[in-house]
């Protein structure tokens, strides 16, 4: 594969700290050197691993040859995991939650994802009576909105057999509209709240027929644990009072909630973003932009963007901003209590790599992808 300027970058950002794991620098550092823009990258090791899986079937992955052999070196390295763990664990199909808007009803995804939260923060917002996109009222009532929703996936999201309640419950409109009138329209709640850390990668897709896939996957952060398995290329709240304590057979709570709209008039949209703490804050922005405020599916994902809370490697949980808003706009905003952070980018990383695929009707398929990502929109 030719080596895009984001893994350019990232690889040479992290190699020095990845010398005492050879896997990662034999794959991302050859010769000590760190991946080089447009370079060549050959994964010989990986290319094996896949002709394995084609040879011996996907179940390989886990019950067979390659799952033993990844759980054998895991276990050699230090990890937890082990090959019997590989043996015993098996997909799932769950309902999704939704939630009703004006005009469309959205899904996502249930624990342990925060699916909940994202669907909280628009039936939230839709409750507060914003009638135009990018001012005052638009950015606060998100942030607000966003609050509310974290507080409850804070305390609600865990491994699914261990749920203190319903999220559906959080969903009906008694429940948002109570929500929603918490949201004070003037004056920003203080937030000091618990990030979830994570990074991603989302892929949509809609075929002819208008069969529409949300799908996202992880590693977790730029390269997940590091650990590359030198004969697979395949990489890699300790609180016990916590309801999201690790213990065996749980489920960890992770970032990934692929969302889908289904609009009224017959439209389907596929949409998210990679982004840890801000991939349910950026689906709210775009969808939102595009949905209610009717902006164009690429100017929805390419307007400037902002992030409550922690991110990479930050302790921070202050209100981030690309630095394209209007500084009168952000004056409002910190005369409203918002503890404002201005970021020196136009298109930060941090504000997550959004894209969006809608089906309409007729037969048009609408696509958008992010500047601040390597990503694209292709027909097949």
């Not at 057999?161 to 003037?186: I, Q, V």
């Amino acid at each position: 594969m030719v080596v895009t300027e984001s893994l350019a970058e990232l690889a040479a950002e992290k190699s020095p700290q990845m010398t005492d794991a050879p896997g990662f620098i034999d794959n991302f550092a050859p010769g000590g050197q760190a991946l080089a823009l447009e370079s060549l990258m050959k994964q010989p090791a990986l290319a094996a691993t896949f002709e394995q899986l084609a040879k011996a079937g996907l179940n390989d992955f886990y019950r067979g040859e390659l799952g033993k052999a990844i759980g054998d070196e895991l276990s050699r390295l230090g990890s937890p995991l082990t090959a019997k763990d590989f043996t015993v664990y098996h997909a799932t199909q769950v309902a999704p939650l939704d939630t009703r808007l004006r005009g469309a009803r959205i899904f996502n995804l249930p624990p342990p994802t925060p699916g909940l939260a994202s669907l909280m923060i628009l039936g939230i917002f839709d409750r507060l009576g914003v009638t135009e996109a990018e001012g005052f009222d638009y950015i606060h009532g998100l942030v607000e909105a966003t609050k509310q929703a974290f507080r409850v996936r804070n305390r609600m999201v865990t491994d699914p057999d261990h749920l203190p309640g319903l999220p559906a419950n959080y969903l009906t409109p008694s429940k948002l509209a109570e929500l929603s009138a918490k949201a004070d329209p003037r004056n920003a709640l203080p937030w000091t709240d618990p990030a979830m850390p994570g990074d991603t990668a989302w892929m949509g897709c809609i075929d002819s027929e208008g069969r529409t896939v949300s799908f996202i996957q992880s590693t977790f952060w730029e390269f997940g644990s590091g650990v590359v398995l030198k004969d697979t290329g395949i990489s890699f709240s300790l609180d016990p009072s916590s309801i999201k304590a690790l213990a065996p057979g749980r489920k960890p709570v992770h970032t990934l909630n692929p969302a889908l709209a289904q609009f009224d008039d017959g439209r389907v949209m596929s949409y998210c973003t990679m982004g840890g703490e801000g991939q349910p804050q950026t689906q709210a922005m775009v969808f939102t932009r595009y949905a209610l405020f009717n902006q164009p599916l690429q100017k929805a994902i390419t307007a400037p963007r902002w992030l409550l809370g922690q991110t990479w490697g930050d302790i921070t949980t202050t209100l981030k901003f690309e630095n394209r808003f209007d500084p009168a706009l952000l004056d409002q905003l910190k005369l409203a209590r918002h503890d404002i952070e201005l970021l020196n980018e136009a298109f930060s990383d941090t504000m997550g790599h959004a894209g969006a695929l809608v089906w309409k009707p007729d037969g048009i398929i609408e696509g958008g992808a992010d500047p601040r990502s390597d990503d694209c929109v292709a027909a097949l």
